[in-house]
């Protein structure tokens, strides 16, 4: 006799189709892999225990929701040992792409948590500005001023990426 | 090309290469977890709206003035009431359920008998037909507080498996290690308060205390157990089977 819910096997597809986006989404607003996979563990947790009362066509707004809250709620409990001031644990592969992956990373953590996650939802996932308002819970004048903010902060630091070095040294 | 699209495809490239992922057997694993104490907590306070009335009802609705009782004796304190004496044969043919329930009472008086003990497994959010307590790989007690109810859960190490409370504060104790954790039902209105144990050879004993209230603030004033006698009960060698 199984007593497995009927509904698990529709979570496990889920977690198959999205676990490997909701990891990179992670990362993006973490900036570390470890921190980026107890945030996902924690959401599908989460999803496991809400999962029968979530209507199927807002799964991902559902997941996104606790993701982000999730990285928020690590990112004030890591406080002084933020790993996005750390160096990646990995490359990409070549010199290159290494570097600019160094770069960009450096100058995600430059931004406060909920520019990071603006950027991410933004242009990692591809959202509208009114599905990252959903996500965030702000309103989609919010998301656009901090898209337009923080975008301007990415480009002077990524413009910038000896400077930014040099600030990390310094601290 | 924009900026935005500069900016797409350094983030695809950046996050491309993922490294590690969550563990689908440890999420249902912690997820039937979770439902199965959240289930639990939706009866405990059931009970609680509907056998405390006027009390309850001063609680939920904020009542600033109700008294808190303290399992804590204080020194210059009231006498803390003894509690009342329970049933505890809720299982026939065993006599783990008045263990569990005495080993409760000794370290928290201010509670009332148990609302119920019985058996359970990992699968099951309720529990298991008494006739079943031979295969049980936890054991539960319930609660009914002024402020919602409380639910103590002895485990086996077959059922936990190696869990490890990823969004908890942990701390090392002697015989293994202690857990915190504060979470809400999906409305918000009812939060659990967690205290767990997991011993180093993997069996474990989890103390929850639910609290009706619309934020985690007023929900940690409304608590009626102290953390310490919490973390002292699931500490105590008593609570296996």
């Known amino acids: ?171 | 090309m924009t900026t935005e699209q500069l900016l797409r495809d350094q983030l695809d490239r950046a996050t491309r290469d993922v490294v590690g992922g969550p563990d689908l057997a440890a999420s249902i694993r912690d997820g039937r977890r979770r439902r199965r104490t959240t289930r639990a907590g939706v009866a405990i306070a059931t009970v609680a709206v509907l056998g405390l009335g006027a009390v309850g009802a001063r609680a939920l609705a904020g009542d600033d003035g109700h008294t808190v009782a303290r399992d804590t004796p204080v020194a210059d304190g009231p006498p803390v009431a003894p509690a009342p004496q329970a049933p505890t044969d809720f299982v026939p043919g065993t006599d783990i359920d008045a263990s569990l329930a005495a080993v409760v009472a000794e370290h928290l008086p201010s509670l009332p008998a148990p609302d119920d003990v019985y058996p359970s497994d990992g699968q099951t959010a309720g529990p298991l037909p008494d006739a079943e307590f031979a295969r049980a790989q936890d054991w539960q007690a319930t609660y009914t507080t002024e402020a919602g109810g409380a639910l103590v859960m002895m485990g086996s190490a077959e059922e936990l498996g190696g869990w490890r409370c990823r969004d908890c504060g942990a701390e090392q104790v002697p015989g293994g290690t202690l857990y915190h954790e504060t979470y809400s039902t999906d409305d918000g209105r009812t939060w659990w308060f967690g205290t767990y144990f997991v011993a180093d050879d993997g069996h474990f004993v989890n103390a929850f205390e639910s609290v009706q209230a619309p934020d985690e603030q007023t929900a940690a004033d409304r608590r009626q157990l102290a953390d310490a006698d919490l973390e002292a009960l699931v500490e105590d060698a008593r609570l296996t089977f």
């Open chain 1, 1 to 171: 006799m199984s007593r497995t819910p009927a509904w698990e096997t529709a979570y496990r597809d889920y977690f198959t189709a999205r676990q490997r986006s909701l990891m990179r989404t992670a990362y993006a607003v973490l900036g570390s892999w470890p921190a980026a996979e107890d945030a996902v563990q924690t959401t599908f947790t989460q999803l496991y225990v809400h999962w029968p009362r979530i209507q199927p066509g807002a799964v991902d707004t559902y997941a996104r929701r606790t993701l982000v809250h999730t990285c928020f709620r690590m990112s004030r409990h890591r406080g002084r040992e933020r790993s996005t001031d750390r160096v990646p644990e990995r490359t990409v592969a070549g010199p290159e792409g290494g570097l600019e992956r160094l770069d960009l990373v450096r100058a995600l953590a430059g931004l406060p948590p909920q520019g990071r996650a603006v950027i991410a939802l933004r242009f990692l996932d591809d959202l509208s500005v009114a599905e990252t308002a959903r996500v965030l819970d702000l309103p989609e004048g919010t998301v656009k001023s901090q898209t337009a903010r923080a975008l301007d902060r990415l480009q002077s630091a990524l413009a910038e990426p000896e400077s930014i070095e040099r600030n990390h040294h310094d601290h």
